[in-house]
């Protein structure tokens, strides 16, 4: 069995990964997210449901509630409004 990251943690990991693309250079935040992150974020984006993109790609709803809190804080977004808008924005969906 694999051990999971608890909340605490999860924050430690998260913001060493961040500060560690913040000194490589990167300006624009959608290159903090996962490849993982992105193909969610279409899929969200989307209006595909938690349960959905679980079921299409074969992961818990637990896995994909933690992507898209991942995305959502790395991207600095508040809502599924404003993914929505920032996918448009980014060409990711039209």
């Known amino acids: 069995m694999r051990a999971m990251c608890c909340g605490p943690c999860a924050r430690v990991l998260l913001d060493d990964y961040v500060r560690k693309l913040k000194r ?3 300006d624009d935040p959608y ?5 993982r992150e992105r193909e969610l974020l ?13 079921n299409l790609l074969n992961l818990s709803v637990y896995t994909v509630e933690s992507h898209r809190s991942n995305l959502m804080e790395k991207l600095h977004l508040r809502g599924l409004p ?12 039209s």
Request: proline share 3%; hydrophobic share 40%; charged share 25%.
């Open 24 to 26: 490589s250079g990167t």
């Open 31 to 35: 290159d903090l997210l996962t490849p």
């Open 42 to 54: 279409q899929l969200i984006a989307e209006g595909k449901s938690n349960k959905d993109i679980a």
């Open 82 to 93: 404003e993914l929505i808008l920032y996918a448009v924005r980014k060409g990711i969906i």
